[in-house]
C-alpha cells in the first residue's frame, strides 16, 4: 500500500525557514520521480519543485527558485524540502507526490504525479 508520512509544516513568520519531509512506505522511492505540490486556499493546485530519481535533475517553479531546495534520501526513502526566506504567499498545503512519468526528466506539472501524501499545512505570518 502506496503511503506518504508528511511532516515539518507549521507557523513561521516572514522571512524564516522550515524544512518538511515526506516518507514513503509501501514502495520504493527510488524509482519514482518526486514533486512538491502546493495549494492556497481558493488557488489551483501549483507543483513548485521535482527531483528525478536519484536526484541528478531537479526543476523549480519561478515563485520559489533561489528560496526551495527539493533533496531526496532513497537509502531513508525520504524526501524533502527547504524553505527559506519565506514570504506570506508561501503560505499553503504542501504535498509530496510521487510519479513514474519521466522519471530522469522530472516535469514540472501536478498532473504527472500518481501518489500522493495527505499534505501539511504552512502559515508564513507574523
Known amino acids: 500500500q502506496f503511503q506518504f508520512v508528511e511532516s515539518g509544516g507549521g507557523l513561521v513568520q516572514p522571512g524564516g525557514s522550515l524544512r518538511l519531509s515526506c516518507v514513503a512506505s509501501?514502495?520504493?522511492?527510488?524509482?519514482?520521480?518526486i514533486a512538491w505540490i502546493r495549494q492556497a486556499p481558493g488557488k489551483e493546485r501549483e507543483a513548485i519543485t521535482c527531483?528525478?530519481?536519484?536526484?541528478?535533475?531537479?526543476k523549480y517553479a519561478d515563485s520559489v527558485k533561489g528560496r526551495f531546495t527539493i533533496s531526496r534520501d532513497n537509502a531513508k526513502n525520504a524526501v524533502y524540502l527547504q524553505m527559506d526566506s519565506l514570504r506570506a504567499e508561501d503560505t499553503a498545503v504542501y504535498y509530496c507526490?510521487?510519479?513514474?512519468?519521466?522519471?530522469?526528466?522530472?516535469?514540472?506539472?501536478?498532473?504527472?504525479?500518481?501518489?500522493w501524501g495527505q499534505g501539511t499545512q504552512v502559515t508564513v505570518s507574523s
Open positions: 509501501g514502495f520504493t522511492l527510488e524509482y519514482y520521480a
Open positions: 507526490a510521487a510519479g513514474q512519468i519521466s522519471r530522469l526528466n522530472p516535469i514540472l506539472n501536478y498532473q504527472a504525479y500518481d501518489y
Open positions: 527531483i528525478s530519481t536519484h536526484g541528478v535533475v531537479t
